[in-house]
């Protein structure tokens, strides 16, 4: 069977309805015609992951040069495009002029990346990275063919994207990244630590190259990110934590899902219009990278009041996980009395938990106490302040009657209150036999 016949088959066409094999035409016009069905064959994709090349209308497709800024750029591992950007202080993204996102307080990121050794460094040694690459399952067939980086000099922000133009661009992208990395002292990324850096970390080894991100400080903004705002964002995706918190909204932006498709139509087209969009969305998850550690860097300012008191009750919260009470606490006393009654009430009870774990007893019986008075029914409170008559006061009738007190509103309790609550009322009243047994031997 011909090559043009297992075509026709593949293509499921009616060979009987040409009248023939040649058709009458000439080898070169068969030649064309065959070139053109393997085309249509290689271009076959499931709808949902079509990227249509739009031509520049003379016939062929836009380089990439005159489509994003940049260019070629050699190395002793071969060549690659680069793209530049530079972003000046009075350049804006979101509600940030660039200027405001420089002199990042260390201290700050520090506790956000539960890091010390981010301490004492400086925020123009910050390297922020995010890659684009040809699937999101990892492992080692997964390539990082975009890799953008940025960091700051001066107020100003500086962008580059290391592009690999083909597979084989792959090691010379690397080796540039690994040279810029001589410069930078610690890593900025989101979601980084379980993705990009993974995924370089594996390029490099495949590339038998070694791992220059392998040891760096790296603050990976994803989990602060949940700490801080799992109260009231939805989800915390980077672009759900733009529009949310950085006033930044992107206009016709490239979905994620259909990136690893572009690049692979960009291998067989060479189609400038397929990756531009892609540069685009790379840049912007850069600039946010820097945006959104400035905003949680002011989230954990305790004399920043324009935070809204939940997400400085969530600011106190992260710094107890951390180990800083003292910034906590300049946190927490102010909510305490604040105009929310369930962020005041929240306050005063992450208060009084730390008062009770670092043994200040009259600070956490007098808040408890006060919970009490604004509300006689307060579970929480009544229950904190029966453990305390009963363990460090032994005063088992005074603990068994605040038990009690909790009992009157028992119908709205869980399954778990309701028996931690008949638990304590039997053992106070074990206790409370047994004293009264031990004074009536005493006489």
Excluded at 20 to 43: P, W
Aim: positive net charge.
């Amino acid at each position: 069977m011909s090559v043009i016949s297992r075509l026709h088959r593949l293509t499921g066409e009616d060979r009987k309805a040409s009248g023939g094999n040649n058709d009458g035409r000439s080898k070169a016009e068969q030649l064309a015609s065959l070139r053109a069905r393997i085309d249509a064959i290689l271009s076959r994709r499931p709808e949902g992951q079509k990227t249509k090349p739009r031509s520049t209308g003379r016939g062929g497709f836009v380089p990439l040069e005159e489509l994003v800024p940049g260019e070629e750029t050699t190395n002793e591992a071969g060549a690659f495009f680069c793209a530049c950007h530079l972003m000046e202080g009075s350049a804006r993204h979101g509600r940030f002029r660039i200027r405001e996102l420089a002199a990042l307080d260390m201290d700050r990121l520090a506790v956000l990346g539960n890091d010390p050794a981010l301490r004492g460094l400086d925020y123009r040694e910050a390297l922020f990275f995010d890659t684009e690459t040809t699937g999101i399952a990892g492992g080692t067939g997964t390539v990082a063919f975009l890799i953008g980086l940025g960091w700051f000099e001066r107020d100003a922000f500086i962008i580059r994207q290391f592009f690999a133009r083909d597979y084989g661009e792959e090691r010379a992208t690397l080796l540039g990244l690994r040279e810029l990395l001589e410069g930078k002292r610690f890593l900025v990324s989101f979601n980084g630590k379980a993705f990009d850096a993974n995924l370089l970390a594996a390029r490099f080894i495949m590339n038998r190259m070694p791992d220059p991100l392998s040891g760096l400080p790296h603050l990976d903004l994803l989990h602060p990110a949940r700490r801080l705002l799992s109260h009231r964002l939805p989800d915390r995706r980077l672009g759900s934590l733009e529009s949310a918190l950085l006033g930044f909204e992107r206009e016709e932006d490239v979905p994620g899902s259909e990136i690893p498709q572009r690049y692979f139509d960009w291998l067989r087209s060479r189609d400038g219009l397929l990756m531009a969009d892609v540069f685009k969305h790379n840049r912007f998850d850069i600039l946010s990278l820097a945006a959104l550690a400035a905003h949680l860097s002011e989230m954990l300012d305790p004399g920043d009041t324009r935070c809204h008191p939940v997400d400085r009750l969530a600011a106190a919260r992260l710094f107890l996980a951390r180990g800083y009470p003292r910034e906590a606490i300049r946190l927490l006393h102010p909510l305490v009395g604040c105009a929310s009654p369930e962020t005041a009430w929240d306050a005063a009870r992450e208060l009084s938990l730390h008062y009770k774990r670092t043994k200040q007893w009259p600070a956490a019986v007098a808040i408890w106490e006060e919970l009490v008075l604004r509300d006689d029914s307060d579970f929480f409170s009544l229950i904190e302040l029966a453990k305390w008559f009963e363990h460090q006061q032994r005063d088992f009738t005074r603990a068994l009657a605040l038990v009690e007190r909790a009992r009157v509103n028992e119908q709205i309790l869980s399954p778990d209150q309701c028996a931690d609550l008949v638990h304590r009322k039997k053992r106070l009243e074990r206790k409370l036999a047994g004293r009264k047994g031990l004074a009536r031997q005493t006489i």
